[in-house]
């Protein structure tokens, strides 16, 4: 699952994706934040937002993942020039947009290349006024 946010703390590389959001921790983060951090798109935009409870507890789950365990997002305390890197990713290829045999769509066959029909459909060159009989 793709990670909805990436970054460094202090050097460890912290990824949340939706996934880490398991019942345990949003019922954990709901208890000491309230109702939206219970309830996981609130809890994304309140991230994705840079409110610092919610930034905090991001840190929190990436911790724990990084098997650095904290007790209390509340416990961290990080200043937001210093503390955090971009996490450069390289980004991996698009699915299906890579170097590989083109689609029948990419490429011409030789039959439709030369403007021939390839599909099966009734020869009306015997009706047709331009026939020659």
Not at 49 to 72: F, N, S, T, Y
Not at 102 to 113: G, I, N, V
């Amino acid at each position: 699952m793709e990670p909805f946010w990436s970054t460094k703390f202090r050097g460890t590389p912290l990824r949340i994706s939706l996934a880490d959001l398991t019942a345990q921790r949003l019922r954990q983060m709901k208890a000491w934040f309230g109702e939206a951090y219970g309830i996981p798109t609130e809890f994304i935009s309140l991230l994705l937002r840079g409110e610092v409870d919610a930034m905090a507890c991001a840190v929190w789950i990436g911790l724990q993942k990084a098997g650095k365990p904290v007790e209390h997002p509340a416990e961290i305390d990080f200043n937001l020039e210093s503390d955090f890197e971009k996490l450069e990713d390289p980004k991996p290829p698009a699915k299906g947009k890579g170097k590989g045999n083109p689609t029948p769509d990419e490429s011409p066959t030789p039959d439709s290349a030369s403007g021939a029909s390839t599909s099966s459909t009734t020869d009306t060159s015997s009706t047709s006024p331009t026939s020659a009989d």
